[in-house]
């Protein structure tokens, strides 16, 4: 893997104002839509995935109907090399999946909840946290924003779905700030090419500013502060 940065500081704003400087309609598509439903309609197949990542190394679990099967992909190795972090932090990784974003984080903040619809999503997530002997985060199904109602967190970090469709980006995007403590961060990652443009709109309209974190092959890391 490429992933080599290793997370350092002790304060989320000086960590934001320190990196900030370097830094059409979706539907949803029948071959990709297994990971986004509830129960996934793909035969169970596993891997096991080593990765390493910010100063750490992980085993992963991963599974078919869950997003990205045997690899970490390009577009959450990226968000996971420039997401934000701090020692003191509450941070929601939203979508999970096997649960990469929030068990990296793990390492780094104080807790973390991990959230996904999909069922298979939420059992290999579990594993994975064993596996990887974490013991500040939990994981929870349902649907978006359901699982953490009423909870406020320092940092939400998503890699969303993008091929779910439109209304469910834009519902992660204007839920964002309810969930998010005064000066929180919205992180996600998106394909230039694929949505860039119409979240970073969304973002800008519903937070008080838009940063791009970084950007590369073809992905774009956005950070907004509530």
């Known amino acids: 893997m490429r992933a080599k940065r290793v997370a350092s500081g002790k304060s989320g704003w000086f960590l934001l104002s320190g990196l900030l400087h370097l830094y059409k309609p979706l539907f949803l598509s029948p071959h990709m839509s297994h990971y986004y439903s509830e129960e996934p309609n793909v035969p169970l197949k596993t891997k096991t995935i080593e990765v390493c990542i910010r100063g750490q190394c992980f085993k992963f679990i991963t599974a078919s109907g869950v997003f990205s099967f045997g690899k970490l992909d390009r577009g959450t190795e990226l968000l996971i090399e420039s997401m934000i972090l701090d020692g003191n932090w509450r941070v929601l990784d939203l979508g999970c999946g096997y649960g990469a974003i929030g068990i990296v984080a793990s390492r780094f903040v104080g807790q973390v909840v ?3 619809i999909n069922r298979r999503a939420i059992s290999i997530a579990k594993k994975n946290l064993k596996i990887n002997g974490v013991k500040n985060a939990e994981v929870r199904w349902g649907s978006l924003y359901e699982p953490v109602r009423g909870e406020k967190f320092h940092s939400i970090i998503t890699n969303p779905p993008v091929h779910a469709g439109k209304e469910v980006l834009r519902e992660i995007v204007i839920n964002a700030p309810l969930h998010l403590h005064d000066e929180g961060l919205l992180q996600l990652v998106i ?12 973002m800008e309209e519903n937070f008080a500013e838009v940063r791009e974190l970084v950007k590369g092959s ?9």
């Open 191 to 202: 394909k230039t090419k694929q949505g860039a443009k119409y979240i970073k709109g969304l």
């Open 114 to 116: 991990m959230t996904d």
């Open 218 to 226: 073809g992905y774009r890391v956005y950070a907004g502060i509530a």
